[in-house]
């Protein structure tokens, strides 16, 4: 599809304020992402930025929607994992572990394929078959010597399954190991270790004094003057149309055309066919981890099943819309940021 160079430079601000704003204001990310298809809607980098921010904003169904048309119109499917978890939030867990038994292993990236494993597991403890999930995620990259984030993600989520079948002290260690893993603190592991030891931590201990180094107004060390997230905000929303709040999510107005409808999956699961696939879908993605993973010993079930398979929200996102599509094609002119973009709604009809 060929844009118009002024339409190409309106949808390259609006995607790059929706990966500005996907981690501290999803709704208001959304909201650029839906003004952005409204201008190109058969840019297939537009349907993945509104499709992720509609999961970071909880809106699943557009989620759905937005990201099976993503994988339609590239014939790629880097975003099964949150597919998946989408599913799960529907109440349909069952779904979920048919997208992983489905998986094309030879088109997974080792990343994607443990994130669509956890999320798997996840659903298998969703289901009541916590020994299931556990056995899900005793693969040989728990003991990978990898730095890569999902090294501690992996060991989380199965420290977190054995937590859930009374598992305690197997539980404490792979959530000890997960912390030493996450450099990049995308898990709680270290808190939920503390937890594990009966430390209680006062979160106003901490939140007595600023950050000195979060003060509004203060100078960066290339001479601008970082505003914070708030000054970002009031430079994105611009000139609001009335009765609308800026925060307020769009409503879904994707063409019921690009999505696929959903399909009825089989609820039942075996198992050892399960492991099967879990072998094929982690081992193909990547090389295998230096070191052979040896199972720990079972036992038995106890604990009520967790809500998710880990405690944060969702499939770790490697890129936000503006890693993807920021860009707009290298439409967006230089100089030019979201800031002169307005609001999601202005000038777009």
């Given at each position: 599809?060929?844009?118009?160079?002024?339409?190409?430079?309106?949808?390259?601000?609006?995607?790059?304020?929706?990966?500005?704003?996907?981690?501290?204001?999803?709704?208001?990310?959304?909201?650029?992402?839906?003004?952005?298809?409204?201008?190109?809607a058969r840019i297939a980098a537009?349907?993945?930025?509104?499709?992720?921010?509609?999961?970071?904003?909880?809106?699943?169904?557009?989620?759905?929607?937005?990201?099976?048309?993503?994988?339609?119109?590239?014939g790629r499917q880097p975003h099964l994992a949150v597919l998946a978890d989408c599913e799960r939030a529907l109440g349909r867990p069952e779904?979920?572990?048919?997208?992983?038994?489905?998986?094309?292993?030879?088109?997974?990236?080792?990343?994607?394929?443990?994130?669509?494993?956890?999320?798997?597991?996840?659903?298998?403890?969703?289901?009541?078959?916590?020994?299931?999930?556990?056995?899900?995620?005793?693969?040989?990259?728990?003991?990978?010597?990898?730095?890569?984030?999902?090294?501690?993600?992996l060991r989380y989520a199965y420290a977190d399954a054995l937590l859930a079948t009374g598992r305690q002290e197997e539980a404490r260690e792979w959530f000890a190991r997960a912390a030493d893993a996450d450099?990049?603190?995308?898990?709680?592991?270290?808190?939920?270790?503390?937890?594990?030891?009966?430390?209680?931590?006062?979160?106003?201990e901490f939140d007595d004094e600023p950050d000195p180094d979060e003060a509004g107004g203060e100078a960066t060390p290339n001479g601008d003057v970082s505003?914070?997230?708030?000054?970002?905000?009031?430079a994105l929303d611009g000139d609001q149309p009335d009765g609308e709040a800026p925060g307020r999510p769009a409503e879904p107005d994707a063409d019921r055309s690009d999505g696929e409808p959903d399909a009825e999956v089989p609820a039942g699961a075996d198992d050892e066919s399960?492991?099967?696939?879990?072998?094929?879908?982690?081992?193909?993605?990547g090389d295998p981890a230096d070191t052979a993973m040896t199972a720990p010993d079972e036992g038995p079930a106890a604990a009520e099943p967790t809500e998710t398979a880990t405690r944060s929200s969702g499939p770790k996102a490697d890129a936000t819309p503006a890693q993807t599509v920021g860009g707009a094609e290298d439409r967006n002119p230089g100089g030019q940021g979201s800031e002169d973009v307005g609001s999601p709604d202005q000038g777009d009809s």
């Open positions: 599809m060929s844009l118009t160079k002024p339409v190409a430079d309106r949808v390259a601000r609006h995607l790059v304020a929706t990966g500005r704003l996907i981690d501290e204001d999803p709704a208001l990310a959304l909201e650029h992402a839906v003004a952005a298809r409204r201008l190109a537009v349907r993945e930025a509104v499709g992720l921010a509609a999961y970071r904003a909880g809106e699943w169904q557009t989620a759905l929607t937005e990201l099976r048309t993503y994988h339609r119109m590239t779904r979920a572990i048919d997208l992983y038994r489905g998986a094309d292993s030879a088109s997974l990236d080792k990343a994607a394929a443990i994130e669509l494993l956890i999320v798997a597991a996840g659903a298998r403890a969703d289901l009541g078959q916590r020994d299931a999930a556990v056995a899900m995620l005793q693969v040989r990259e728990l003991t990978a010597t990898s730095a890569e984030p999902w090294v501690a993600r450099e990049l603190g995308d898990t709680d592991a270290a808190e939920r270790l503390l937890e594990l030891d009966g430390v209680v931590l006062e979160e106003d505003s914070g997230p708030a000054g970002e905000r009031t399960d492991r099967d696939l879990r072998s094929d879908v982690v081992d193909r993605a």
